[in-house]
């Protein structure tokens, strides 16, 4: 990987930080408790409670993202960045584009 793709890459994750963090505020807000008293009806309190699982299990996952796109920003400047965790080959610059947080490449990633 170049100087300037690490660099490319480093703006990228920076990028995806912030807008995973403003994700996770609304998340958290999604996944408020949804109270007895709101009169909303028995259809739409069920409604509710199953967009609030939805939003908890996203929020769960933007927690996890949000980990890896920090711990790759730990690891870009390290020689050891770039390379497949389960192969040892090299994670195309594209996929690191894509996904900044992958540590396989696509072929293990598959498996």
Do not use: W, Y
């Not at 933007?62 to 965790?85: N, Y």
Request: glycine share 4%.
């Amino acid at each position: 990987m170049t100087k300037e793709e690490r660099l490319d890459l480093k703006e990228k994750i920076h990028l995806t930080i912030s807008k995973t963090k403003e994700d996770i505020i609304r998340l958290e807000e999604e996944t408020k408790p949804i109270s007895p008293e709101n009169s909303i009806g028995r259809v739409s309190r069920m409604d509710a409670i199953n967009n609030k699982s939805v939003a908890e299990v996203a929020l769960r996952s933007s927690k996890r993202k949000l980990g890896a796109l920090q711990h790759a920003l730990t690891k870009i400047d390290s020689p050891e960045f770039g390379k497949c965790s389960r192969c040892g080959g090299k994670i195309r610059s594209a996929r690191l584009m894509f996904m900044p947080e992958s540590t396989q490449c696509v072929r293990c990633a598959a498996r």
